[in-house]
């Protein structure tokens, strides 16, 4: 069994920052992409940075040059890195990576979210 728990949500002031972590544990032969969406109230959730086994990066516009996504593939752990955040970045934020378990065929798992809740 796979499993994926985000941590570093919280409240915070527009302006500040956050860095989210995402900790995927269980019996995993490799991750390869690493993802974090989000989704605010009433909203599709959406995909916010991606990131590579080999680290390549993709962000969404709306946060490009305000987030920055990471890995630590021996913790098996990525991290997402949010500055200058806005009241538009709240939102419950779920971590998702493309996990190859010994047991089974690779899939994407999904952690159970973190809250962000940005005041202006």
């Known amino acids: 069994q796979v499993q994926l728990v985000e941590s570093g949500g919280g409240l915070v002031q527009a302006g500040g920052s956050l860095r989210l972590s995402c900790a995927a544990s269980g019996s995993i032969v490799s991750i390869n992409t690493m993802d974090w969406y989000r989704q605010a109230p009433g909203k599709q959730r959406e995909l916010v940075a991606t990131?590579?086994?080999?680290?390549?990066?993709y962000y969404a516009d709306s946060v490009k040059g305000r987030a920055t996504i990471s890995r630590d593939n021996p913790k098996r752990t990525v991290y997402l890195q949010m500055n200058s955040l806005k009241p538009e970045d709240t939102a419950v934020y779920y971590c998702?990576?493309?996990?190859?378990?010994?047991?089974?065929?690779?899939?994407?798992?999904w952690g159970q979210g973190t809250q962000v809740t940005v005041s202006s």
């Open positions: 998702n990576a493309e996990v190859h378990p010994w047991s089974d065929d690779t899939y994407k798992a």
């Open positions: 990131i590579t086994s080999r680290s390549t990066t």
